[in-house]
């Protein structure tokens, strides 16, 4: 599985690009910027058919409408987050872009444990609130696209609007009683492994004691 990586939009949120097979692939996140994926698929020959959104804020959401519109790509959010799309304000895009806010109109949304499956890949849905009502983890394989709730050594906001720091707790413990390692991809900063986040993230490590 072949992953490409772009910093896309005003706070150069993280995108990642999953090829699923051969010439075909999904993108996780797609913050703004949409020319830059576009070229990329175009340049590699690979066709997008799904986006996958870690939650609803505009950095991670705010190219979704023209990439989606130009590509025919399905759009996943979950059911909790799914209002974000059409609003500037729960989007968080009115307190901090500068940018037109470019509603999404076409999505499915998404619960906890449901499975998206493209090519020869199945991605789980993990609900993971916290920093927003309907922040999710995709898990595939030994891999975890995390968003904007784990970080490397660090873990997303819990003070904007529904965010909870209790439920962001329950998240983190979730994630962290997962069997095994996996190669964590975060919505920004570098990636990580789980194992050493369990090793050196005081947030998980204190959730997970609870």
């Given at each position: 599985?072949?992953?490409?990586?772009?910093?896309?939009?005003?706070?150069?949120?993280?995108?990642?690009?999953?090829?699923?097979?051969?010439?075909?692939?999904?993108?996780?996140?797609?913050?703004?910027?949409?020319?830059?994926?576009?070229?990329?698929?175009?340049?590699?020959?690979?066709?997008?058919?799904?986006?996958?959104?870690?939650?609803?804020?505009?950095?991670?959401?705010?190219?979704?409408?023209?990439?989606?519109?130009?590509?025919?790509a399905e759009v996943f959010i979950?059911?909790?987050?799914?209002?974000?799309?059409?609003?500037?304000?729960?989007?968080?895009?009115?307190?901090?872009?500068?940018?037109?806010?470019?509603?999404?109109?076409?999505?499915?949304?998404?619960?906890?444990?449901?499975?998206?499956?493209?090519?020869?890949?199945?991605?789980?849905?993990?609900?993971?609130?916290?920093?927003?009502?309907?922040?999710?983890?995709?898990?595939?394989?030994?891999?975890?696209?995390?968003?904007?709730?784990?970080?490397?050594?660090?873990?997303?906001?819990?003070?904007?609007?529904?965010?909870?720091?209790?439920?962001?707790?329950?998240?983190?413990?979730?994630?962290?009683?997962?069997?095994?390692?996996?190669?964590?991809?975060?919505?920004?900063?570098?990636?990580?492994?789980?194992?050493?986040?369990?090793?050196?993230?005081?947030?998980?490590?204190?959730?997970?004691?609870?």
């Amino acid at each position: 599985m072949q992953i490409h990586h772009l910093y896309l939009g005003e706070l150069k949120s993280n995108c990642y690009i999953i090829e699923t097979e051969p010439g075909r692939c999904v993108a996780v996140d797609i913050g703004g910027d949409s020319y830059k994926l576009l070229d990329m698929l175009e340049n590699k020959k690979l066709k997008l058919t799904k986006i996958l959104l870690t939650h609803g804020h505009f950095d991670h959401t705010g190219g979704v409408a023209e990439v989606a519109a130009a590509t025919g790509a399905e759009v996943f959010i979950h059911e909790a987050d799914s209002y974000m799309l059409g609003s500037e304000k729960a989007s968080l895009a009115a307190d901090i872009s500068v940018l037109p806010f470019k509603p999404v109109t076409k999505y499915t949304a998404v619960g906890d444990d449901c499975y998206i499956r493209d090519g020869d890949c199945y991605f789980r849905v993990m609900h993971t609130p916290g920093h927003s009502p309907g922040s999710v983890c995709y898990i595939c394989d030994n891999l975890i696209f995390s968003g904007d709730t784990l970080f490397c050594c660090s873990i997303g906001r819990t003070d904007f609007s529904g965010g909870n720091i209790i439920a962001m707790e329950n998240s983190l413990k979730r994630i962290a009683s997962l069997s095994g390692d996996y190669r964590l991809y975060p919505g920004h900063n570098q990636t990580s492994t789980l194992d050493f986040e369990r090793k050196n993230n005081p947030y998980l490590r204190s959730a997970a004691r609870t």
